[in-house]
């Protein structure tokens, strides 16, 4: 696969540990379980890590963000959010880790160390307030659909991907894995 300069993070932000707050992790997971990317695309599970997150923002161009957010929107309503609508979208006090995520990238540009492109695919929780591993059916069903988006601004940001086969399987391993039993 080509080498671009861009660097490319792709950070997924959530608590795996309350339904629909994990969806963001969920697809992170996803994508490094499904596909490989090309040296300059990082996928990270940013989970609730706020500041810490801070090093992998400020070393990359181009930072696509994926989480839940409320946005006055129907549950599974996938957004792409910039600029002010990423703020207003981010900024509630409902999460483990949203704020943390305004305060991070707040930091980041104190210290004169933005990506240039900050876009956060968003989606409209159904449920983020049970204890539980699993995504809600709603969101679940969801996962295809943002995944897609996610790498198609992977590819308008000059990354590359291929599917994982048998000959470059994934080497990450999902700690907490999705109980699906209770979608069916």
Do not use: W
């Not at 409209?124 to 995944?147: C, G, H, R």
Request: glycine content about 8%; proline content about 5%; some cysteine.
């Amino acid at each position: 696969m080509p080498k671009n300069d861009k660097q490319i993070l792709i950070l997924g932000v959530g608590n795996v540990l309350y339904t629909d707050e994990g969806f963001g992790v969920r697809i992170a997971e996803e994508l490094e379980q499904k596909y490989e990317f090309s040296p300059n695309v990082t996928v990270m599970d940013g989970g609730t890590l706020g500041l810490r997150l801070m090093g992998p923002i400020m070393d990359s161009d181009y930072l696509i963000i994926v989480d839940i957010v409320l946005n006055d929107g129907k549950p599974g309503e996938v957004f792409r959010l910039l600029g002010e609508n990423l703020n207003k979208a981010c900024a509630f006090k409902n999460s483990m880790h949203q704020t943390d995520l305004l305060d991070t990238l707040a930091n980041c540009s104190i210290m004169g160390e933005t990506p240039d492109d900050v876009i956060l695919y968003g989606i409209e929780p159904f449920n983020f307030k049970d204890m539980s591993a699993a995504l809600s059916p709603e969101l679940e069903t969801k996962l295809p659909e943002v995944i897609d988006a996610v790498l198609q601004e992977v590819k308008k940001a000059g990354g590359t991907y291929t599917s994982r086969s048998m000959t470059n399987p994934a080497t990450e391993k999902i700690y907490v894995p999705r109980d699906t039993s209770r979608n069916s």
